[in-house]
């Protein structure tokens, strides 16, 4: 057995915006000889695809390296978010020790809680990094208590129980063993730590060539390029190797390139040593969890379990009247092609064929999970419908079971009885409840169908002041009917343009998603019925001209600014009977069936 000294591999874990990809700015700009390209991005440089900069948040894993004394520090920057636990769980297999990173005020959060229970099973240690120290009301002593209790809850060993622990605040690049914000100078110490703690990677030289893969990324001149840590052997520019396929195929093919990562870069070397993470190229039908091997004695490493999807919907054909209009890419082979595509590099995804050529049930982790799906295909190009998320259940021993997640509450006091209530209302059982200093925080375990649909409720019952977060738990036995939303729908009953006076018209009935002088169709929902129950309405209805002139006749009727909906708040929105109509440049609510009739007659066969 040999240590490879020269190199430590690190992943970055932590919840959603408590500054992870920040601090991986400061580890790269005060790492040895980085350089930053001038057309490059000043800040959030690990963000690099247009959807994490505008959310702020991280959803596809990167890679990138640091030089430190001499070693190299391969980091790797990890999804917060549990809809894209796929990215973790694979992870954990090319490091060996992780940095996590909690915020100094509001301590662990259920993100974190989904992240660390994977490194903790790895086997991984692990660096607590208590982050945004500068905040004013910063905690500290009451963050690290925390974490202790989270790692025992977790059955972390004692080995991982006493771990480091480093103060910091990412923004300004400094960091320091104490949580005193005037004795930092920069992130030295995380640095130090990590060649201290971190163990250097340990290779069997006795065992053939194995590398798994774990991340697939394109490159424009290379095709499809493999990333993933090298556990033993030389991976070599032009060699032949085995690649063996999840089912156990062995197939010999030519690496046509091996790269090393250098900043955050790929840099093309002529061989890679075991221990380090590696990119290699010409392999056209490698997928993630399959080994690359030595040729002549091929011994494939476990592939990596991802936890199933609980989260479905139906993608399809844009059908609309308006379908065509938008889009480069609308045909069902277009669609196809994009999902075929998508599952080669996203493991917790499914992809299942339906009754229908152009219909196609995806599943994911969660409603965001499929939503960033959306949101990419709309930006390239795509137009397609999608219908209502629908959760996934299961049978056990004969008895239907459903997902549970554990839903994490925090608002302030005067709002406890009516999230209380809600959460009741979606079959929640509170698990925990604590107040502090005004601020109550709470735990639910509530089916996951119950959680379609909530945030705009929520954010509404709190005035915006409320934080939501949750995580997968299970499934248990099904919790019973749930009561659906008391709203309809106001439906446009003719195709055209909408005009002011058909919608001051409609505007009485509840609140508008179009405003005057937009195109829209017959079935096409243009707000939501303050009542249980869709109403019909003419949008494009205009003010009939005659010679009469009535008191108050020249007044403009006014209309309030419409309620503009983001694609999570579609889908959000939509019932059963509903699809949400994506394009590259409009997204609209539509009845599945458009015609009064045809609804009118479904109706009447279903209850038959």
């Known amino acids: 057995m040999k240590k490879r000294e020269d190199i430590r591999n690190i992943a970055i874990i932590a919840h959603v915006d408590h500054g992870k990809t920040t601090l991986v700015d400061a580890l790269l700009r005060q790492s040895e000889g980085f350089k930053i390209k001038n057309d490059a991005p000043q800040d959030l440089i690990m963000d690099s695809n247009e959807l994490e900069r505008e959310r702020g948040i991280t959803i596809f894993s990167k890679n990138a390296s640091v030089h430190y004394q001499n070693t190299k520090i391969n980091i790797v920057d990890t999804p917060g978010h549990a809809d894209f636990g796929g990215e973790v769980e694979r992870i954990m297999r090319m490091v060996d020790g992780v940095l996590l990173l909690v915020d100094a005020k509001e301590g662990p959060m259920p993100q974190t809680k989904f992240v660390l229970r994977k490194a903790i099973q790895a086997g991984h240690k692990v660096i607590l990094v208590v982050n945004k120290i500068d905040k004013p009301d910063a905690r500290p002593t009451w963050v690290l208590n925390a974490v202790y ?99 156990g195929e062995i197939k010999k093919e030519q690496l046509s390139a091996v790269m090393l990562f250098d900043g955050l870069n790929r840099i093309d070397v002529n061989e890679v040593q075991a221990g380090d993470i590696a990119a290699v190229a010409g392999i056209s039908d490698i997928s993630i969890g399959e080994t690359i091997a030595d040729p002549e004695n091929p011994i494939a490493l476990p592939t990596i379990k991802i936890d199933e999807p609980t989260i479905k919907m139906t993608f399809g054909v844009n059908t609309s009247p308006f379908a065509g209009q938008d889009g480069t890419y609308t045909t069902s082979r277009n669609i196809k092609e994009r999902l075929e595509h998508e599952l080669e590099t996203d493991v917790a995804l499914s992809v299942v064929p339906t009754d229908s050529f152009d219909r196609w049930v995806v599943a994911g982790r969660g409603e965001l999970h499929l939503a960033i799906l959306i949101e990419k295909m709309r930006r390239e190009g795509y137009e397609l419908e999608v219908s209502k998320p629908q959760v996934i259940f299961h049978e056990e021993n004969g008895k239907k079971t459903e997902p549970i997640e554990l839903t994490s509450i925090e608002v302030p006091e ?101 405003e005057a002088g937009m195109p829209t169709y017959e079935g096409m929902v243009v707000g939501m019925n303050a009542k249980a129950g869709d109403v019909l309405v003419n949008a494009c209805r205009a003010r009939e001209l005659t010679n009469f002139r009535a008191k108050n006749e020249g007044l403009q009727d006014q209309l309030e600014v419409p309620l503009k909906l983001t694609l999570e708040d579609a889908l959000n929105y939509i019932h059963d009977d509903e699809l949400v109509e994506v394009t590259p440049k409009n997204i609209r609510i539509r009845k599945a069936l458009l015609t009064d009739n045809e609804r009118r007659k479904a109706k009447r066969q279903g209850k038959e």
């Open 149 to 247: 209790d989270l790692f025992i809850e977790l059955g972390a060993t004692e080995e991982q129980i006493e771990f480091p622990i480093i103060y910091a605040s990412a923004v300004q690049g400094k960091a320091g063993l104490k949580p005193d914000l005037s004795e930092m100078k920069d992130v030295q110490p995380i640095f130090d730590t990590v060649l201290s703690y971190v163990p250097a990677p340990v290779i069997d030289e006795s065992k053939p060539l194995q590398m798994l893969t774990v991340n697939l990324v394109y490159d424009n001149y290379k095709g499809k390029v493999a990333v993933g840590r090298l556990y033993s052997g030389t991976l070599k520019k032009g060699a032949t190797i085995a690649h063996i396929t999840r089912n």
């Open 414 to 514: 005067s709002y406890s009885g009516t999230i209380i209530e809600m959460m009741g209302k979606r079959l929640g059982m509170m698990k925990d409840m604590r107040v502090d200093n005004g601020t109550v925080f709470m735990d639910f375990a509530v089916p996951t169908r119950g959680l379609i649909g909530i945030r705009n409720e929520f954010l509404t019952s709190t005035k915006g002041t409320g934080i939501m977060n949750s995580i997968f738990l299970g499934y248990e036995p099904y919790k019973g009917d749930l009561n659906d939303a008391e709203h309809g729908s106001i439906v446009n009953t003719e195709t055209g343009t909408t005009n002011n006076y058909g919608l001051v018209s409609a505007q009485g009935r509840g609140k508008l998603f179009v």
